[in-house]
């Protein structure tokens, strides 16, 4: 579900608990709602939030229409400064404008906060650590559509501290999140998956394959394949890459160079994508680059195997490298 959908359905959830709608009402104000959302907001915290999504529509239409892609595909790197400065006038307006709304505009306040940020340093951690503890204690009991946001917010800092090499803290922190929705809306999992292969812990790395029902995904492949090789289990961490870089296009080529094509503009939360396809592989590789970076040698024996480096290889031909 995009980020639009998600606050019509806000919107809609809104008016059925207040109202108390049949369900035959239920459906006609979805209607209603998708042709005028703005008549339906009754406060100024769902106000905020449909500004935001409106105004982050009017963004990823704007990038979207620079490359004919979707705005989390967008590569900005080559575009002129205007270009760029006008991309970011829209971004700033979209959040700016809903904070002024509604100061505890979650979505907005992360956004603020990371737009010009492109790493995530400590000074910035300990802020969205900050944010997180400071709207636990308000968060429902029960996860909806309302606690969305808090929810991207935890999962986006679990991120973050897997990104810093704070992987015991993430590990903490994804618990915490799994505990509260074991149905992972915004990709816990993935980090946690990460930071047990950093932290070589393959008991607790197959529990969570369990819990998720062994649902494959880029995260996970990789997780695994760091996880047996600095396990010095070679032979098992050959079937992975070799199987892991068939399913997966691009696979090879991202894993041996470490190059992230597809640089992903800051956002909410991780972009929607297709399991396994290469936009996936590229964000989840982009992800695991420290902890590979942190594994002497992997690079190098991933390279020393036939069909991976061949792999590489075709997939760079096809791109005209």
Known sequence: ?????????????????????????????????????????????????????????????FLASLAGETANGTDMS?????????ADALLKTAYNTALK??????????????HSNKVVGVENLMRLKELVEKYYDELDPIPSVFTRPYQRLHASYICALVQNAAYMVAMQEGSRALQYDISDPFGVRHSMSLCLARLEDMPAFEVLEETFDRSSNCWSYLARIILLYRMDNLTAAKRAITGYTKLVPGAAHLFLTGAHMFPIPRHLGRPDTPTCSFKECTIATSEAYEI???????????????LVRESALEFQKSLGL
């Open 78 to 86: 080559g575009l002129s400064m205007e270009t760029v400065e006008s």
């Open 1 to 61: 579900m995009n980020y639009y959908d998600e606050i019509l359905d806000r919107l809609a959830e809104r008016i059925r608990i207040e109202d108390d709608l049949s369900e035959d009402a239920y459906k006609e104000l979805l209607v209603h709602l998708e042709e005028n959302p703005r008549e339906y907001t009754r406060n100024a915290e769902d106000a905020s939030y449909l500004c935001l999504a409106e105004g982050l529509e009017a963004y990823g239409s």
């Open 101 to 114: 709304m509604y100061p505890d505009n979650l979505d907005a306040l992360y956004l603020k906060l990371f």
């Open 292 to 306: 590979i970076e942190d594994t002497p040698g992997l690079r190098e024996w991933a390279n020393s195997i036939d």
